[in-house]
Nanobody
Framework: QVQLVESGGGLVQAGDSLRLSCSAS????????MGWFRQAPGKGREFVAA????????FYGDSVKGRFTISREEGKNTVYLQIHNLKFEDTAVYYC???????????????????????WGQGTQVTVSS
């Protein structure tokens, strides 16, 4: 059973930067492809970013391209989401997720689908004040 724990959220001002972390356990991290999603109040869960198990490929949602960067650190079993120039509309609960280790590979067409992911963290709240 894969367990994911997010951290790093908080109350920030517009224009600030923030780094979210997601720590994984219960499986060999080096074979896990990882994704980040967010959910704003009253809205559905939105794809933000993803990274393949080997770190070679990254994917981003259209609304965050250029400001968000996903990365991974194998020695710490952690995936990061670096956010620059935070905007009010970035206010949301941010979740990390991963498919089952034997699940399909990430592609540009499937990586944003909620159904691809089997394990989710509890989320970390990011609130941006204007």
């Amino acid at each position: 059973q894969v367990q994911l724990v997010e951290s790093g959220g908080g109350l920030v001002q517009a224009g600030d930067s923030l780094r979210l972390s997601c720590s994984a356990s219960g499986a060999t991290f080096s074979i896990l492809s990882m994704g980040w999603f967010r959910q704003a109040p009253g809205k559905g869960r939105e794809f933000v970013a993803a990274i393949t198990w080997d770190g070679r490929d990254t994917f981003y949602g259209d609304s965050v391209k250029g400001r968000f960067t996903i990365s991974r650190e194998e020695g710490k079993n952690t995936v990061y989401l670096q956010i620059h120039n935070l905007k009010f509309e970035d206010t949301a609960v941010y979740y990390c997720a991963t498919p089952h280790p034997s699940g399909p590979a990430f592609t540009g067409s499937n990586v944003g689908s909620l159904n691809l992911y089997d394990y989710w963290g509890q989320g970390t709240q990011v609130t941006v004040s204007s």
